[in-house]
């Protein structure tokens, strides 16, 4: 038995310790919102956040996470409560196929919380291990940005390291839990 | 849109079919297909598939059942705005439905019900307008009657008719109106007032795409369904000689393990323990042996024979193409080569299957939901109506779902194993079982007039065709069902050798030799095939011809000593729409002026699925190595129905076909596909991506292609500012100067 926290909720899985994390969330959490694309570690679909920071879960062992904060896309927002970051998606329509990007909301929801206002450089290096097929990173990047400088021109600043991920932050924090 | 392909014109006799009351509401159908006369059969009762495109219930929701797959490309956005447009309803509250097959959403100009071909938008622009348009007049012909009032007093609003300043849902009226009948060819909206279309609108799935809460066929899930990986012949087209499943039967969470034509399959409780399973099992193989006497490294030696055999059938003739090269002042030759290719779509194929009772449910995203399920009904020896499928979202497309193998996989594994499975692939099947873009060879020789002018184009292409390895599906999937099995089978198996000796494919060849003014041209193709499955990879031959011919055009214009745009300018003066593109190509790159230091311009044009695109890349070269910092492109597709996601399927297209100029090479060794994921078969990430700046071309024509035609010039651009860069004619792809 392995626990830990799953979107803000403590959690214990009857599972093999090897099993990676992506499947134990997705067949038995029976959240599906994290994706499958290859396995290895390349290309970021499986994202999810361990402790704050973008993790590719598919060759993750479950028991890694054992007693750890684990975030998906799931607590991230919902179609009611969008994050400032998913808001910014929508407005810029930046999925095309949608498959790639959980991932790709996780990774740059992680790095806004840790670097609020990164530079064109930055956001390539936090986001080089999300793979879009469709080609959307013109739209990621610009969406990034414009989150970003919505959360400093409003002023808005949190726990989180200064940036307002979650839109209106407490509600959605509490929604979740 | 030609004349005949025109839907809206062939079928006016039996348009809008039928209005029913079904579940309450107004249920508006119409057949997509040239000849559909069967009115709607009643839904299912064992599942919600309805037959019609447009419902609206007295509680006043529009529901809209999209006959095309959304697979990235905005079909669910484009369509559903041509709804709403015309139905005067916002597009955002209308509810949109992925639906199962039906005859009456077939594609007319594929002949199935099929997405690809970048065909969504060309054949739904007018049917789905009319249909919407005929509903808003049948409702307005219903309040009249039940407000008694003149219809010239009524008007619309956002799902409401307004009269003497009172407004009422659609809903009130929808009673009356299916009563009443829906009007035929009511007048559609002239531009002038058109809302919604034409508008950029943010895309109708990007929240449940921003959420994960859109659900693709790798999402579903419910109890009792298993998990199976199914373990595949390496060289394609083989069949287990012998399995020894004991150490994988003895693993945990193991139910089942079944043996189908092509491999075995390990079914188990979860994924992850059906793939540790897989990989205990000890499988030897018969394998074909044409393909596995094929090795990349000396196979281009198969190409280039072909192409010296000297044993072409003609493709294409205009005036006398050798004549032609006779009387040339200077003739110009060169030999353009593509390797195959992998779609690698972000989501790998999955197919959920569960039989029960004589009936079969599918759960699927594909480009061809009617073959898909006519090939599960084949397999499980039921009629088509006793096979549901139910679409879901697709996680990228680019043609590789237009096949259905991995539905007959599941099928097959479902049957053999009596469980509900999902299938799910892993990468490495994905890349390794792919239908390929196929790899090919082109060998050209244009000849020049003494005014510098194209006297005769000519081109020779040596590769495999695409059709008959769709044949076998299609055969498989559409064919009556009066058909015994093994007529089938003899039918789609020899489908093979009937096609490639009939006739030339058309994929083979299309976009050789179109689009220059030339008065002789002659295309001529020989075909040679390892045997390697092929398919429909975005933009099919235009994938390739894209990059040989915009090279070619580059040499004779430099040979010539002449602009590269002004003299594709020159030879653009019948094909209006390229000439455009080109000369606002070339305006908004500065093409012509300073650029920065070390930075050098490419351009490449090119027509495919009735659009025209031209593009310029603006490139630097350091150290042999190749970077690419802008790619200006200038696009006419006709009427343009929501420009923001022309803008998206351009940026898609280039920087797909980025990935495939720069890095994109599937090799064989033995047969074996030697890739086998992102590390080895890399794509572009976003720090490798330039800048991308679309210009759409202002049209009153009626819609054209766009997922694809963004494809076929960038690789042809690319390596044209590498020659002017450094010198050096690339002429192979992947383009590298090592
Ligand atoms: S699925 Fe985990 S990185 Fe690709
Ligand atoms: S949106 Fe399709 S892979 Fe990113």
Known sequence: ?177 | MSQQTDPLISSRRSFLKNTAMLGGGLLIGLPLSACATAGFPKAGDKDFQPDAFLQITPDNQVHFYMPRSEMGQGTYTGLTTLIAEELDVEPSAIHVHHVGPLSDYENPEIGFQATGGSTSMRVSFKPLRQAAANARAAILDAAAQQLNLPKAQLTTQNSQVLAKGKAFNYGEFVEVAAQLGVPDETPLKRSNEFKYMGKDMPRLDGVAKSTGTAQFGIDVDFPGLHRAVLVRSPVAGGSVKTVDDSAALAMAGVKKVVTIYNGVAVVATSYWQAKQAALALNIEWNEPEKLASFSSDTGKKWFADALNSGDFEEAFELGDGKDGLEKASKVYSAEYWAPYLAHSTMEPMNCVVKIEEGHCDIWVGCQTPDVARGLAARICDLSIDEVTLHSTFLGGGFGRRFNSDFVAEATEIAKASGLAIQLVWSREDDTRHDFYRPASLARFNVGVDKNGMIESWTAQRAGPNIMPYTLDEVVDGKAPGFMPNGLVDWLSKRGYGLFNGLTVDHSSVEGLYEDYDAVNKDVQHVTVDPGLPVGFWRSVGHSFSGFFKEGMMDEVAHGQKQDSVAYRLAHTKNNPKLNGVIKLAAEKSLWGKPLSKGHFHGVACHNSFESSVAQVAEVSVVNNEIKIHKITCAVDCGFVVNPDIVKAQMESGIIFALSAALHGEITLKDGKVQQSNFHDYPVLRMAQSPEIDVHIVASDKDPSGVGEPGVPPVAAAVANAVFAATGKRLRSLPLSLS
């Open chain 1, 1 to 177: 038995m392995i626990t830990f926290e799953l979107n803000g909720e403590a959690v214990q899985a009857d599972v093999s310790g090897d099993t990676p994390l992506l499947w134990v969330i997705r067949d038995h959490f029976k959240l599906k919102g994290s994706k499958f694309g290859c396995g290895m570690g390349l290309c970021g679909a499986c994202s999810m956040m361990v402790d704050g920071v973008s993790t590719r879960t598919c060759v993750l062992p479950v028991v890694a996470v054992a007693n750890r904060k684990i975030t998906t896309i799931e607590g991230v927002g919902n179609p009611q409560m969008l994050s400032t970051l998913q808001q910014a998606w929508v407005d810029a329509s930046v999925p095309q196929c949608g498959y790639c990007q959980s991932g790709q909301l996780i990774s740059a929801t992680a790095l806004l919380k840790s670097n609020p206002n990164p530079s064109s450089e930055e956001i390539d290096q936090a986001m080089s291990g999300n793979i879009c097929r469709c080609g959307t990173y013109p739209r990621i990047k610009k969406a990034i940005q414009s989150a970003a400088s919505k959360a400093v021109l409003t002023g808005q600043s949190t726990q989180d390291g200064g940036v307002n991920i979650f839109e209106p932050g407490a509600q959605a924090k509490e929604g979740m839990a």
